[in-house]
């Protein structure tokens, strides 16, 4: 199931805000744009709505002292996310010769939206509301949540180690993933349950997971 079909089923609305996106600073967060290393975007500048770096800072200061996050993606162009798209899928079909296009679009939809110009239901990044991150410990070090970074397999859903036995390196996993998406979710972040690294406020995919009838923030690149 893609990123947006439950949104789309619930029919969720979006009434744009109008908030203007900012540029991340180092002085906040670690900055890590893997899509500019791996050339998907043509700028290593992140940006996201301004209400989301405020909601970020404010879950940086529940973290252990010295901890921080560090900021893979945040607002992301169509370009982009087409070619991000474009590269699953070729991957993939590398790997399964024999599927059809039908399979292949819905294993890569688990993991990329398309790049959509449908302002009623854009990509989640392209809005601006959404934000790929892990967490740094007080000395320096990524913190290990069993995945990495767009590692587009079960493993990467959020609650994959959630039945590990205490003690296990599993565990531990899902203990890291729980202490990012909690300081998350108190600041007002939903989690998309099949990436550990993806949270969102205020777009489709939020409100249909926080109960509410209206997103606020719709593509900034379609308006």
């Known amino acids: 199931m893609g990123i947006l079909d439950k949104a789309k089923k619930e029919n969720i609305l979006i009434e744009e805000c109008g908030e203007e996106m900012v540029t991340l600073i180092p002085e906040d967060f670690i900055l890590d744009p893997k899509y500019f290393e791996w050339g998907f975007s043509e700028t290593p500048e992140m940006k996201l709505r301004g209400k989301i770096v405020e909601r970020l800072l404010a879950a940086k200061a529940l973290l252990p002292s010295g901890w921080?996050?560090?900021?893979?993606?945040?607002?992301?162009?169509?370009?982009?996310?087409?070619?991000?798209?474009?590269?699953?899928?070729?991957?993939?079909?590398?790997?399964?010769?024999?599927?059809?296009?039908?399979?292949?679009?819905?294993?890569?939809?688990?993991?990329?939206?398309?790049?959509?110009?449908?302002?009623?239901?854009?990509?989640?990044?392209?809005?601006?509301?959404?934000?790929?991150?892990?967490?740094?410990?007080?000395?320096?070090?990524?913190?290990?949540?069993?995945?990495?970074?767009?590692?587009?397999?079960?493993?990467?859903?959020?609650?994959?180690?959630?039945?590990?036995?205490?003690?296990?390196?599993?565990?531990?996993?899902?203990?890291?993933?729980?202490l990012l998406r909690n300081v998350l979710v108190e600041a007002g972040f939903t989690n998309y349950w099949d990436e550990w690294w993806h949270f969102s406020y205020g777009t489709q995919e939020w409100a249909q997971q926080s109960g509410k009838e209206k997103a606020f923030y719709g593509s900034t690149e379609l308006c």
């Open 68 to 178: 921080n996050f560090k900021i893979w993606d945040g607002f992301r162009t169509l370009t982009t996310q087409k070619l991000v798209y474009q590269d699953y899928w070729d991957r993939l079909k590398e790997e399964h010769s024999d599927w059809s296009d039908e399979k292949l679009q819905a294993q890569v939809e688990i993991f990329v939206s398309p790049a959509s110009h449908d302002q009623a239901f854009p990509s989640p990044h392209n809005t601006g509301g959404t934000v790929d991150l892990t967490l740094i410990d007080e000395n320096g070090h990524e913190v290990d949540m069993g995945t990495g970074f767009d590692e587009f397999k079960e493993a990467s859903y959020s609650d994959y180690f959630i039945d590990s036995p205490e003690g296990t390196q599993e565990y531990k996993w899902h203990q890291n993933r729980l």
